[in-house]
């Protein structure tokens, strides 16, 4: 069975302040979403990448990736995104070739995952599981709150959900390819990650254990951590 990595990579990253769309920013002198590529090429099983650009940097995103040479046994498509980072998934799934039957999708955001996590990932689905997720425990306690109808305003808290049961889930996630084109198809409305979707058809998502260096690249102290973790690894 063939795995490809899709990497939403069309974000504009507003969060991290003003600058390139995030995937496109340097994290010790390399791209992040470069960092993300290599992360997903990096497992054995992994053939094929299709790489989701912003639609109006698709040819920068390939001279890019075409300067920083990935294995052999890698292939390299590039797509055009979309406004949402679901849009984006889908355009990556709708230029995935016949044969990959098994489908991660990376966000270009966590460039650090490494491939142990990966193949746990791939593992998962290989035994059976239509939706396979990585997670971790939460270091804080998360409150559901009424939000504020202006921002900065003071907000309502309205429970507490116990700290035990809640993981906060990373990338990449994995999926029997079928499934998840499925849910695709047939899945509207807001939604922050792949599993999510397949949840809604009722299908069962399973856990396996995350990393904490697959962390999202969202704001700027984490461009701080993600260099700090790089120069660590160089040792
Ligand atoms: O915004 P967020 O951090 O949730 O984005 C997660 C991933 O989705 C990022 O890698 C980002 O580049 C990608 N994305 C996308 N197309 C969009 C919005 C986000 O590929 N329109």
Redesign the pocket.
């Known amino acids: 069975v063939r795995t490809a990595a899709v990497?939403?990579?069309?974000?504009r990253?507003v969060r991290l302040g003003p600058g390139a769309?995030?995937?496109l920013r340097a994290l010790n002198g390399t791209p992040m979403l470069v960092h993300a590529v290599h992360a997903m090429a990096a497992s054995r099983a992994v053939s094929l990448v299709v790489v989701?650009a912003p639609p109006d940097g698709s040819a920068e995103v390939k001279s890019m990736l075409d300067a920083h040479a990935l294995p052999e046994r890698t292939d390299v498509l590039v797509v055009p995104?979309?406004?949402?980072?679901q849009?984006?998934?889908r355009l990556g799934l709708d230029a995935l070739p016949p044969g990959y039957d098994i489908v991660l999708v990376h966000?270009?955001?966590r460039p650090l995952v490494p491939v142990d996590t990966v193949d746990s990932v791939i593992e998962a689905v290989r035994g059976g599981a239509p939706a396979v997720v990585p997670a971790v425990p939460l270091a804080d306690t998360v409150k559901e709150v009424e939000p504020a109808e202006v921002a900065g305003a003071a907000e309502t808290v309205l429970a507490t959900p116990v700290r035990a049961r809640l993981r906060a889930v990373q990338t990449p996630q994995g999926f029997d390819r079928g499934t998840l084109v499925r849910a695709h198809e047939s899945v509207t409305g807001e939604v922050?990650d792949d599993a999510g979707m397949v949840e809604r058809l009722g299908l069962p998502v399973v856990v396996v254990p995350g990393h904490e260096e697959a962390f999202?690249v969202?704001r700027p102290l984490d461009l701080v951590l993600a260099e700090a973790v790089l120069a660590r690894r160089r040792l």
Not at 81 to 85: A, I, V
Request: overall charge positive; hydrophobic content about 35%.
């Open positions: 990497i939403p990579a069309a974000g990253g769309p995030k995937a989701v995104g979309g406004q949402s980072r849009e984006s998934v966000d270009a955001a922050t999202k969202t």
